[in-house]
């Protein structure tokens, strides 16, 4: 890592001695060799922020504060129990709703738009390539079936009351505690 901040840093530096200023965010996203996630946010001086050690995520862009962030609060997001979260759709589903209001923002349209890293537990070894089509498919199914859950909650907020809703929603989620896993 500190290889990486080096050279940054003298990169950046050096175009900032010919007076071009950057605002250049970067990040680096990769997997240990024991299957830990790692990840990085890169400022514009160049300098590694390790969040996987913090937040456990980064959020780049003009669609940061009002799209991003919002979700996240709006879904009660916390480093803590980031675990408990559906990691193959909970980023897709940030992505696709901010890029529905936001058009800096790419849509989370095409499995081959992006490098998709993952830890191989039978291979003992570091993936990486472009999400396959039926997970893909999978993922865009959910993150449509979880925007028409939320609908479908406020509405019924709306109609019964946000007392019902809450004692509705307890009650399921006790019920869940108590089953047994598998």
Same mark, same amino acid.
């Given at each position: 890592?500190?290889?990486?901040? =080096?050279?940054?840093?003298?990169?950046?530096?050096?175009?900032?001695? %010919? !007076?071009?200023?950057?605002?250049?965010e970067?990040?680096?996203?990769?997997?240990?060799?024991?299957?830990?996630?790692?990840?990085?946010? %890169?400022? /514009?001086?160049?300098? #590694?922020?390790?969040? +996987?050690?913090?937040? $456990?995520? *980064?959020?780049?862009? +003009?669609?940061?504060?009002?799209?991003?962030?919002?979700?996240l609060?709006?879904?009660?997001?916390?480093?803590?129990? #980031?675990?408990?979260?559906?990691?193959?759709? %909970?980023?897709?589903?940030?992505? @696709?709703?901010? /890029?529905?209001? @936001?058009?800096?923002? /790419?849509? %989370?349209?095409?499995?081959?738009?992006?490098?998709?890293?993952?830890?191989?537990?039978?291979?003992?070894?570091?993936?990486?390539?472009?999400?396959?089509?039926?997970?893909?498919?999978?993922?865009?199914?959910?993150?449509?079936?979880?925007?028409?859950?939320?609908? $479908? *909650?406020w509405?019924? #907020? @709306?109609?019964? !009351?946000?007392?019902?809703?809450?004692?509705?929603?307890?009650? =399921?989620?006790?019920e @869940?505690?108590e089953?047994?896993?598998?």
């Amino acid at each position: 890592m500190r290889l990486i901040e =080096e050279r940054l840093m003298s990169r950046y530096s050096k175009l900032r001695s %010919f !007076g071009i200023r950057l605002g250049a965010e970067l990040v680096l996203a990769t997997v240990s060799l024991e299957g830990k996630p790692l990840l990085y946010h %890169f400022d /514009s001086v160049g300098l #590694a922020d390790p969040v +996987h050690l913090g937040s $456990k995520y *980064v959020i780049l862009g +003009h669609g940061r504060v009002t799209g991003a962030q919002l979700l996240l609060e709006l879904l009660g997001y916390k480093p803590e129990i #980031a675990e408990y979260y559906d990691m193959s759709v %909970f980023p897709a589903f940030i992505i @696709d709703l901010v /890029s529905r209001v @936001d058009p800096t923002v /790419s849509p %989370f349209l095409d499995p081959e738009s992006s490098i998709y890293i993952r830890y191989s537990e039978e291979e003992k070894r570091v993936l990486m390539g472009p999400l396959k089509m039926e997970e893909f498919g999978k993922i865009k199914s959910t993150i449509k079936d979880r925007l028409e859950v939320i609908r $479908k *909650v406020w509405q019924l #907020a @709306d109609n019964r !009351g946000d007392r019902y809703v809450l004692q509705l929603l307890e009650k =399921e989620l006790e019920e @869940d505690d108590e089953q047994p896993e598998g």
